[in-house]
């Protein structure tokens, strides 16, 4: 059956990153039987889709069944590469790293949760480890609230009512009146601030990343070590850098998505 009643909707497709998706955090391998019933598939169907991914070279068979490789790496990579988030970004995330001596990154929104596209990292002590392509619970998060505050309502309560594909439960989970208080700060601030409301120890300044028409794309953290960074340090002194920073790749973001990409007999084409 078709999924939502579309004629052009390619289920096998579907099927396929259904199965690519189903492998949980910190799980190496799955047995078919587990697979099939993650995804909901007949045996017999996640099969022939293991198979199809084992010759493409995403899954490899084990002795306990299967995994993925590091080429599903790929399919994230190609989507950052085609925004050139990080090309843009890694400079100032560099210098933000230099001014205030935190790990900074940036992320974008994916449902209910926050994933990292660009990072620059500061070794320290953490309670979560964090590279591109982690996936954390928006809401608990400072760069999730901007993201979050930034959606219109319909997306934002579509936003919501999607499950948490992170694997990590954050210490900070509001009511819907508590999540509405916040983002409404947010709002009116400009920029949020988290205070170990994802894990302990970990409290960070988030800040929106916008392109050429004002839309927020993206948004940029600094994040730190509660046992050595207060919230004050973070507000007065890191939080001018983080805003000059966001606004710097905002205005690099613009100009990237300005650009021409082709001129063909006098008519210059842009992706904007």
Request: glycine share 8%; hydrophobic share 45%.
């Amino acid at each position: 059956m078709r999924r939502e009643g579309n004629p052009e909707f390619i289920e096998a497709l579907a099927r396929g990153l259904d199965v690519l998706r189903c492998f949980p955090p910190g799980v190496g391998a799955m047995t078919l039987s587990e697979i099939a019933a993650t995804t909901g598939l007949a045996r017999p169907t996640a099969r022939r889709i293991l198979i199809t991914l084992e010759q493409l070279g995403y899954v490899r068979a084990e002795e306990r069944g299967f995994s993925l490789t590091p080429r599903v790496l790929e399919l994230g990579m190609a989507y950052i590469g085609s925004m050139n988030l990080w090309e843009l970004a890694e400079p100032h995330l560099k210098h933000l790293v230099a001014q205030t001596g935190e790990s900074c990154s940036v992320a974008q929104l994916d449902g209910s949760d926050i994933i990292y596209t660009a990072r620059v990292a500061v070794p320290k002590l953490v309670t979560l480890a964090v590279t591109i392509g982690t996936r954390f619970p928006a809401l608990s998060t400072s760069l999730g609230k901007v993201l979050l505050a930034a959606l219109s309502r319909d997306e934002l309560n579509k936003a919501l009512e999607e499950p948490s594909r992170s694997g990590v439960t954050p210490r900070w989970r509001p009511d819907r009146e508590e999540i509405e208080d916040a983002l409404r700060t947010v709002r009116a601030r400009g920029w949020a601030v988290t205070d170990q409301g994802l894990a302990l120890g970990i409290r960070s300044v988030a800040a929106p990343v916008r392109d050429g028409e004002g839309n927020v794309v993206a948004a940029v953290n600094v994040n730190a070590h509660a046992a050595e960074t207060s919230v004050d340090t973070l507000v007065d002194h890191h939080l001018p850098l983080l805003l000059a920073t966001a606004s710097a790749i905002s205005a690099d973001w613009a100009a990237w998505r300005a650009r021409p990409l082709e001129t063909t007999r006098g008519i210059v084409r842009t992706d904007s």
